[in-house]
């Protein structure tokens, strides 16, 4: 009963964390996360800090214990040439009170040695901690500096993908119907294309019709030159009948052309064929 609550919890908290990720903006995310980097370069900085303070404070230390040991060995050479004059000057007091005065700096001589020693190990660990801590600070430092660089450009591909995005919708919106109410462009370039063919096939129908007009102008013309040249040749053979006998058919006679023009007849040629020249 516990483990299925258990898991259940856990099942619930997968399911509310994946949500949040898909609602959260990148660009908040990529700030925490830099935000984040930055918490812990500060924190690596503290610690290195620190470790490279006590590694100061070791060879300060060392420093003055070796000022110490020296100063004592030098009191316990001086305690003993002290002790040695006052025996040559048969001052057996003074030379026994030099001599432990000289072994009491000897005592303390063995004590600063070990601490020296222990200092200088010290003194050894804490270097050595200090360049690793050094060495991490310019790693992280330099890590660091290549994150900033990566939220840059990961910013910049954010920002070209939402323009990317709005164009989409944008190309989406104008592809799509707008209702009824307002009409598409494919409805109104339809409607312009249909209006520009009519106009251009009413145009090609009125020059069709002016050009009958003007043959049938051209035809009526011809057909009263050809009525009147017609009446002029029977008036003509009408004359010519009265004053001599007409010629035998088919004969190569010719008709003497009237005062506005000549006409020739053709051997056997008829009213009908002259007509129709």
């Given amino acids: 009963m516990f483990k299925g609550l258990k898991r259940q919890v856990k099942y619930q908290t997968a399911k509310v964390n994946s949500k949040l990720e898909e609602r959260a903006d990148p660009k908040i995310q990529l700030e925490q996360a830099i935000a984040e980097a930055q918490n812990q370069q500060r924190l690596l900085m503290e610690r290195a800090a620190t470790v490279v303070a006590r590694q100061k404070q070791t060879e300060l230390q060392l420093n003055r214990a070796m000022d110490d040991l020296a100063k004592i060995n030098q009191s316990t050479r001086q305690a003993l040439v002290l002790a040695q004059q006052a025996a040559a000057a048969g001052d057996a007091t003074k030379a026994a009170q030099y001599n432990q005065a000289a072994e ?156 506005t023009g000549e006409l020739s007849m053709p051997p056997g040629g008829t009213e009908g064929s002259s007509a129709e020249d």
């Fill in 104 to 259: 009491s700096f000897a005592d303390q001589l063995v004590s600063l040695e070990k601490r020296v020693e222990d200092l200088k190990q010290m003194s050894l660990q804490t270097a050595q901690a200090s360049e690793q801590a050094k060495a991490a600070v310019k790693q992280s430092a330099t890590r660091y500096q290549q994150q900033l660089a990566e939220r840059n450009k990961l910013l910049g591909q954010l920002e070209q993908a939402r323009m990317q995005e709005q164009l989409n919708a944008a190309t989406s919106q104008l592809n799509q119907s707008v209702g009824s109410d307002v009409p598409s462009l494919e409805q109104v370039r339809d409607k312009i294309e249909a209006r520009y063919a009519k106009a251009v096939g009413t145009s090609e129908l009125g020059n069709a019709t002016v050009e009958s007009r003007m043959l049938e102008v051209q035809e009526a013309v011809v057909g009263a030159q050809a009525q009147s040249r017609l009446e002029q040749i029977k008036a003509q053979m009408a004359l010519e009948a009265g004053g001599a006998a007409p010629e035998p058919a088919g004969s190569a006679g010719t008709l003497a052309a009237p005062a």
